[in-house]
Structures are given as structure tokens and as C-alpha cells.
């Protein structure tokens, strides 16, 4: 149907896609994985218009088009959806997805038969989303079905999945997988990007692998274990993803006794000790996140919270960070960094009082410390001066962990550590982590990962609809038991989850 | 990347508010009758730096990402005040100087304290409180006149040894002690990131209210140096609705020009200082090309809008769209 030949791409110097060619079929899911730049996304974004290639061409039903733009793209019936959240919050469900393309009778835009339409397109996709609600008032996972629900309202025969289930649970994934199945049923070409190889594993017919921006391999997925994938895709053996876990366990240094945050979290208590991994699991919305933002001060909070054995209760981000406690948002692009300033700046930005002589900036000090966190992280840039949002996820992750780690804390609580992150990136964050218990820091990861809090913690925490559901160690640790304590029953669906998001 | 090159790249708004200033400056001169002499120069100064100050005043706000719609109440209420108090002999004048600049920054840490406790949007508070200061202006002088000291107005608005501006050099001094040490203190690195990303700064363990407070604190301080400069000027006080409106407006233009992003979190003072002597010069171009006065604000509007375009230029190379709203 959709055909790329030969295509490369350069930006300015930077060749970022070297002579890549793919074939979509009507009735196929093809599956495209590789590292962070390894140029998944220049390649989707030229195969749905966004970019014009430097070099090679795209083909239609075997003719060479060209598409201008992402418009005339759609026009052929080829859709991209996007892996940000692309809504106008502030309209309702059916409003976003008719915008610019509204029903219309005469001059008037005709509500009524776009909720109607909505609501049809909603069900098709088997979602309970009402079609009058705003926006705003949906969950991640919601909106991303939207979003979905509104790519697929035009007349489709290529639908691009770019990361679709960053956001989503299990349950929620294999919604979606019912969907894809039913595109795929009725002659849709899919392609479908993602970084959670068990899921491509499930999905997709076709695996195409991209290293660096040339082509590796493309093979029936029948043919690759997640575990080759992975191989393919860093090109060195990923035998030992995870690091050895460190003993673990010492003095606790946190002890939280029912804490409750107003409207998400309900009298959770736990025990954090020295030098241990501790996860939190659970479902999106399970209150995790909120669970620690009330800990740290970051919202209201009440119960009991010792720290070294001493009661203690943040009321500001400010007081918990000089307590030796620090907090790395999942949200580092709108939370963690300042996306329009250099390195620098951003490096130092949590700890400025240390880099200031009588509260005047000393900038070399600030150079050396950017030098040794380059070094000390792996940080990849070409030169200094790039602005954070000029980084790939996986550096913009790591120079958010360099800048909070000056703070030399004691307790690191990090939400959502690999979330776009590559493989290759993943595995150094782990092992920072590990390195970091085991000088006897006390770590808390939050992940909807499920394999990584097992690969990673000593303990997980799983928690359910703002209550501490329970706590599996040692050979409990499994996707089965974090999973029916996230859910509290084994739903049929959710078996087929597990079942889809584990490696065959 | 070459060190230079990096180095025109980090400053290239200020650059650019500079070349639009000297291209406008020199078709100015060119076409002035006497040319460039002492006394030429003087008279832009005594015009320009009164607008560039008031503009430095509205850049530090606009770098946490906010607005001072008050910087030219405040520089009218500093005026009126000054025609009151900066009299007589050295010690009076000098205790008058201390209470107007007092008065500036007074109403700058208001700003600053409904902005950040009463958690208003900044554009609306400075509405109102510039309206305030503008009224306690009008109860001070309700008709123009008052005095000032006048050694002293002759001095700033004179000549230094060698022909130079007295006024530029009150300019230079500002910069190095209020532009300077903020820019370099924690506070200021602080103010960047609030403008950049209050919501990381925040996560980050900025002390947002006191930086905010500070920033408009400043900005109030260096309006009312402004308006002390108007009075050696005019030799008077007047509470003049227009020249407050005028000024503010025209400082959030000189800011644009000088390559500051409204959005916050980039910019320089020393930008709108360039960019305030660019815009002051287009209003005397028309006077030396002998337009008739009834074209002159349509033909500064449209100079005002090609020299703000001009600033915007890196915007239009961004390829990607998407890059423009974020």
C-alpha cells in the first residue's frame, strides 16, 4: 500500500535516516523499534508528510507520490497518531474530535450529529468515554483514546501508532490491541511504534529494526523473542538489563503511618530503609505519584511521616529537599527542566545557593560541575551550549538525575524512571539506581513498568485506588501478583494482559 | 561551534536592537542639519535614557514570564514627587532623591506582594496599582509645575569633560549597579528559570514568592529613577495621564525590539535599552524627513512594526510549527 524506498534524511549536517526502506500492507501490523534516535520518528513523520525526505522516495500502491504535507497525507487515507497529547482541553470530547472538520448545517456547526458520531466512534472502540465531557476532566489514558478515536474519524488506510500505550494500563492496552486487530481485519495498513518489545511481540506480523538510521533487519515477528529485538536494536547482547540487586535493608530512614492526601490517597503507611530499592506499582491513577507529592510537600497531606526517626511534615518542596529528600517528577519536560535553557542552567538550577559566591553566580564552577556531570552520566551532546529540549529523552532524563543528584540526597524518590527512554539509556538509569542503594541510599521507583520494578526493587509496593494494596518480595515478584493486587481480581482481560505484555 | 560565534548567537537580540538603533541613528543624523555634534547628542540622550530606564524597569518582570503595566505611573508618581522634594540645598536634595527612589521601589514591592500572595495575574494587579500610583500623583500635583534642583538637573542633563552625555553615563551607572549584579545574583538565574518554566523552578527549590517579589521591587525602583531623570528634564512635575500610558506602552515595545520573548525566561535589559533609543529615534526621523505631523503615528507605527518583525526573524526559520507554540 504505503511504500518507502530508499529513503534517507538529513538535517543539516546530521544524516539521521540513511537509505531506509519499508513496505505497509493492507491487512499487516508492522512494527518499527530501535533506540532513541535511531529515527523512528523522522521516518513516521515522513511516511505521513510531516517531512519531505533529502533522499529516496515514497511510493503508492506501487506509483511514487509526494506528500507536501501531513494534509495531503490524510488526504490518501495515511494517519499519524501522535504519541503526545494533542487535545484543546477545554472542549469537550466530541468538539476535539470534529475540530476543523466540524459537521456543519449551513453555517452553523451541528452539535448534535457530532455527538451522535462521537458517541458511535467511542463505542466502536469499545471505551465508555462521554462524548459531551470536557476534555480536561479525562484521564491520560482517556485522551489517548480520543486522540485515536479522532485519527481514525477520517476515511483511513494507513494508520501510524507512534508509542500509543506510554500511558496506558494493561487493561487499557489491550483495548487497544482489540482495535488494532479490528483495523487490521478490514485492510488497514498498520504501522506501529513502540518501545515495549513484549507488546510488538503481540501485536505486530512485520518487526522492521533502525539502529542509528540504517535499516538492521526486517523479519515476521514469529521469527524474534523480545530478547533478539532488543539485541537488534542496541546491537550488543542485553542479557543483563538489570543490575545485581545490593543487599538492601538497612535502618529504615522513612516511615510513613497512614497518610492520606485529600481526594487520591487514603491511609497508606510503609516502611523505606537505607540502601533499598522500594517500587511502587499499581495502575495510572492508583495515587502514587500523589502519594509522594504529598510526602514531599507538593500537595496537602495529613498522617504520620518520621524521618531518621524523628516526626516530621513538608508543607513546601523547598523544606523535604533540604531534608535530603528529592523528588524527580515523571513529568521532566514540563516539571524537571527548563526546556528553553542550556545545560548549564538547568544542571545547577536545584542547587544555586551552592554554586553562588556572596549570592553572585560563579559560572566556572557551574562549567565544572556541568564537566563532571557530562562525564559522570554519559550524557551525549555534540556541544554545551544545546538547550534541554534539544536533547533526545534519554539525555534529557539523565541530566535531570545529574541536576537533582547535586543535592547529594539521602532518600531519592523517581516516578516513571525510563518512561521514552531507549534500552541502551534504560540500562545506565538502572544502574545508577543500583550504584545509588548501594552506597546506602534509600530509592523509591515508581513505574507502570511492571518488569522494571521487578528487574530493579527489593520490594514492591502495589497500590489500588489510593490504598496500599500489598507488598510482594523475593519470588512473589511476579507480573501475575503485582497485577491482581493493582486490580484486585483476575479479570479475563486482564489475564489476556499479562499475558500480551510479557515476554513469550 | 566557534566560542565567537556562540557568544553573537547568545546575544543576538541585544545585536540585532543595536543595528536597528544605528541604521535608524544614521539616516537620522545624516539628515540633520548640523550632524553629529555635543549638543546633538545630549538631546538624544536626555530623551532616550528616560525611556531606556523605564524599559530596563519593564524587562525584569517580563523575564519571569509577567508584565508591569504600572513602570510609567510609577515614573510620573516619581516625577511629581521629585518636583516636591528635590530642592534646596545638598542634604535636602539628597533626602528627596532617597524618598523618591524609596517611593519607586514601595510600589514595586506592592506589585510584587499582591502579585504573589494575592495570586492575581500580573497584567490586571499592575492595571489597577498603576492606576492607584497614578491617582496619588494627581493628589500630589494636580496642575504641572513644582522646582528642582537646578545644579544638579544642569549637571545630569549637561556634558561631561570630552563632549560626552551626562545622562549616558547616569545610564551606564544604573546598569552596572542595578542590571549587572542582578543579572549574575542567584536571584536573577532564579527569575530566568521562573520565566522559563515556573512549574520546574518550583520543583526545583526556587524561592518563587521572594524572587518575584524582588524582580517587580526592582523594576519599581528603576521606574522611579526614570521619572527622577524626567524632572531634571522638565525642570517640573506633571501628572500626566498620557505620558504614564505612552511610556508603559512604549517600554513593552522597546522590550520586543530588544529581543526579550514576552514568554519570559530570555531576554536582556541592556536589548531594551537598544531597543528604547530605536524607537525614540524613529519619532525624530519623522521630524528631521519634515513629515507633516498628521502622518506621524501612522508612519511610527509601521516603522515600530517592521523593527518588531525584525526581532521575530528567528522565528520565522523555525520549520517545524509545532516548535512555535511550545
Known amino acids: 500500500m504505503l511504500q518507502a524506498d530508499q529513503i534517507s534524511k538529513s538535517f543539516g549536517p546530521v544524516k539521521v535516516l540513511d537509505g531506509i526502506s519499508i513496505a505497509l500492507e493492507p491487512g499487516r501490523v508492522h512494527a518499527v523499534i530501535g533506540e532513541n534516535g535511531a529515527g523512528k520518528s523522522t521516518l513516521m513523520r515522513i511516511l505521513s508528510g510531516y517531512l519531505e525526505p533529502s533522499g529516496g522516495g515514497l511510493l503508492w500502491e506501487g506509483a511514487p507520490i509526494r506528500f507536501a504535507s501531513a494534509f495531503e497525507a490524510e488526504r490518501h487515507g495515511v494517519v499519524l497518531i501522535h504519541q503526545e497529547i494533542l487535545l484543546a482541553d477545554d472542549l469537550s470530547v466530541a468538539q476535539n474530535l470534529f475540530l476543523g472538520r466540524e459537521i456543519r448545517r449551513g453555517l452553523m456547526v451541528d452539535d448534535a450529529a457530532m455527538d451522535r458520531r462521537t458517541r458511535d466512534v467511542l463505542a466502536e472502540l469499545g471505551t465508555a468515554i462521554p462524548a459531551d465531557s470536557e476534555v480536561r476532566r479525562l484521564s491520560l489514558a482517556d485522551r489517548q483514546f480520543v486522540q485515536i478515536a479522532r485519527a481514525l474519524l477520517v476515511p483511513n488506510k494507513v494508520v501510524i501508532f507512534d508509542e500509543p500505550t506510554a500511558v496506558l494500563t494493561p487493561v487499557e492496552t489491550e483495548k487497544l490491541f482489540v482495535v488494532i486487530r479490528r483495523l487490521r481485519e478490514v485492510g488497514v495498513a498498520v504501522l506501529y511504534v513502540s518501545h515495549r518489545l513484549p507488546e510488538v511481540k503481540a501485536i505486530s506480523d512485520t518487526v522492521t529494526v533502525l539502529r542509528d538510521g540504517r535499516h538492521v533487519t526486517t523479519a515476521p515477528t514469529s521469527d524474534l523473542d523480545p530478547i533478539d529485538m532488543a539485541r537488534l536494536m542496541v546491537g550488543r547482547d542485553m542479557a543483563k538489563l538489570y543490575p545485581a540487586r545490593s543487599a538492601g535493608g538497612g535502618a529504615v ?77 515523571e513529568d521532566r519536560k514540563g516539571k524537571g527542566l527548563l526546556l528553553d535553557e542550556e545545560l548549564r542552567e538547568n544542571l545547577t538550577l536545584a542547587a544555586l545557593d551552592r554554586f553562588a559566591r556572596g549570592g553572585v553566580m560563579d559560572v566556572p564552577a557551574e562549567e565544572e560541575a556541568l564537566d563532571g556531570a557530562i562525564s559522570r552520566f554519559d550524557i551525549r551532546v555534540g556541544r554545551r551550549n544545546l538547550l534541554a529540549r534539544q536533547l533526545s529523552g534519554g539525555n534529557q532524563q539523565k541530566l535531570f538525575l545529574a541536576k537533582m543528584m547535586l543535592l547529594e540526597p539521602r532518600i531519592v524518590i523517581i516516578d516513571e524512571p525510563t518512561r521514552g527512554v531507549d534500552i541502551g539509556t534504560k540500562q545506565q538509569i538502572y544502574s545508577f539506581l543500583a550504584n545509588l542503594a548501594a552506597q546506602g541510599v534509600a530509592v523509591v521507583v515508581i513505574s507502570s513498568e511492571m518488569q522494571e520494578l521487578i528487574g530493579l526493587c527489593h520490594r514492591i509496593l502495589v497500590m489500588r485506588g489510593g490504598r496500599i494494596a500489598g507488598e510482594v518480595s523475593g519470588d512473589e515478584m511476579t507480573e501475575d501478583e503485582i497485577v491482581f493486587l493493582a486490580t484486585g481480581v483476575h479479570e479475563i482481560g486482564v489475564e489476556t494482559a499479562v499475558e500480551a505484555a510479557r515476554p513469550a | 561551534m566557534s566560542r565567537l560565534r556562540y557568544q553573537l548567537l547568545e546575544h543576538r537580540g541585544t545585536l540585532l536592537a543595536a543595528a536597528v538603533f544605528a541604521a535608524l541613528f544614521l539616516v537620522y543624523i545624516s539628515n540633520y542639519a548640523t550632524g553629529l555634534n555635543a549638543a546633538v547628542a545630549t538631546t538624544v540622550a536626555n530623551k532616550g535614557v528616560l525611556l531606556a530606564i523605564v524599559a530596563m524597569a519593564q524587562t525584569l518582570p517580563i523575564l519571569t514570564a509577567g508584565l508591569d503595566l504600572s513602570v510609567g505611573m510609577v515614573f510620573v508618581l516619581a516625577n511629581c514627587l521629585a518636583s516636591e522634594l528635590v530642592v534646596g540645598g545638598p542634604l535636602q536634595t539628597a533626602f528627596g532623591i532617597v524618598v523618591v527612589l524609596g517611593a519607586g521601589l514601595a510600589c514595586g514591592l506592592l506589585n510584587g506582594l499582591i502579585i504573589v500572595y494575592g495570586r492575581l495575574q500580573p497584567i490586571i494587579t499592575t492595571l489597577a496599582t498603576g492606576a492607584i500610583y497614578y491617582g496619588l500623583a494627581l493628589w500630589l500635583r494636580p496642575v504641572p509645575g513644582g522646582d528642582i534642583n537646578s545644579d544638579l ?67 519599581g525602583l528603576l521606574a522611579a529613577i526614570a521619572g527622577l531623570l524626567l524632572t531634571f528634564v522638565t525642570y517640573s ?56 505631523p498628521l502622518w506621524q503615528p501612522l508612519f511610527q507605527g509601521m516603522i515600530l512594526l517592521v523593527a518588531v518583525s525584525l526581532s521575530a526573524l528567528r522565528l520565522l526559520k523555525i520549520r517545524n510549527r509545532l516548535d512555535l507554540f511550545s
Open chain 1, 253 to 329: 530512614v522513612l516511615a510513613a503511618e497512614g497518610i492520606s492526601v485529600p481526594g487520591y490517597v487514603e491511609d497508606a503507611s510503609f516502611k523505606l530503609r537505607r540502601g533499598e530499592i522500594l517500587g511502587f506499582g499499581g495502575l495510572v491513577g492508583a495515587g502514587r505519584t500523589e502519594l509522594f507529592e504529598g510526602i514531599v510537600g507538593l500537595r496537602p497531606s495529613r498522617g504520620g511521616l518520621e524521618l531518621h526517626g524523628k516526626p516530621v511534615h513538608f508543607t513546601d518542596v523547598r523544606a523535604s529537599m533540604k531534608a535530603g529528600i528529592t523528588y524527580l517528577s
Open chain 2, 153 to 219: 538637573a544642569d549637571a545630569v542633563t549637561g556634558q561631561l569633560p570630552g563632549g560626552i552625555p551626562a545622562m549616558l553615563a547616569v545610564l551606564m551607572a544604573v546598569v552596572l549597579l542595578v542590571w549587572v549584579p542582578f543579572r549574575n545574583s542567584v536571584t536573577g538565574r532564579a527569575a530566568l528559570a521562573i520565566g522559563s518554566s515556573e512549574t520546574a523552578a518550583y520543583m526545583s527549590g526556587i524561592p518563587i514568592a521572594r524572587v518575584k517579589i524582588v524582580t517587580y521591587a526592582l523594576s
Open chain 2, 237 to 292: 512635575g506633571e501628572a500626566s495621564s498620557s505620558i504614564g500610558g505612552t511610556y508603559t506602552l512604549n517600554s513593552i515595545a522597546a522590550v520586543v525590539i530588544g529581543g526579550t520573548s514576552l514568554m519570559g525566561g530570555y531576554g536582556s535589559a541592556i536589548g531594551s535599552i537598544f531597543g528604547a533609543f530605536a524607537l525614540r529615534t524613529i519619532g525624530d526621523l519623522l521630524f528631521v524627513l519634515d513629515l507633516d
